[in-house]
Nanobody, 126 residues
Framework: QVQLVESGGGLVQAGGSLRLSCAAS????????MGWFRQAPGKDREFVVV????????NYADSVKGRFTISRDNAKNTVYLQMNNLKPEDTAVYYC???????????????????WGQGTQVTVSS
């Protein structure tokens, strides 16, 4: 069993920054891809970014490319999402998720993730 706990969300003005953290416990996630997804009210959960197990490869949604940065600290079993130049359309609940397969591909599909955190709310005011 893996527990994922997100933190760092909040209310910020447009153009501001937030740093989300996703702390894993129960077992190491160092050999799994880790992803961030988000879900706005009335919308489907959407892919934001994924980082592979080593941290050497990342993949961003076009909507956040150049503004968001994912990183991981495998020694701390934690993944981070630095969000800069936030826009009102970034408002959503943000979830981190653990990839399904050990040393697996860094996927954009929700189906390739087996453990999810409870989410943290990010609200960007205009």
């Amino acid at each position: 069993q893996v527990q994922l706990v997100e933190s760092g969300g909040g209310l910020v003005q447009a153009g501001g920054s937030l740093r989300l953290s996703c702390a894993a416990s129960g077992r190491t996630v160092s050999n799994y891809a880790m992803g961030w997804f988000r879900q706005a009210p009335g919308k489907d959960r959407e892919f934001v970014v994924v980082i592979n197990w080593s941290g050497g490869s990342t993949n961003y949604a076009d909507s956040v490319k150049g503004r968001f940065t994912i990183s991981r600290d495998n020694a701390k079993n934690t993944v981070y999402l630095q969000m800069n130049n936030l826009k009102p359309e970034d408002t959503a609940v943000y979830y981190c998720a653990k990839g399904r397969d050990s040393y697996g591909d860094a996927s954009r599909s929700v189906l390739q993730y087996d453990y999810w955190g409870q989410g943290t709310q990010v609200t960007v005011s205009s």
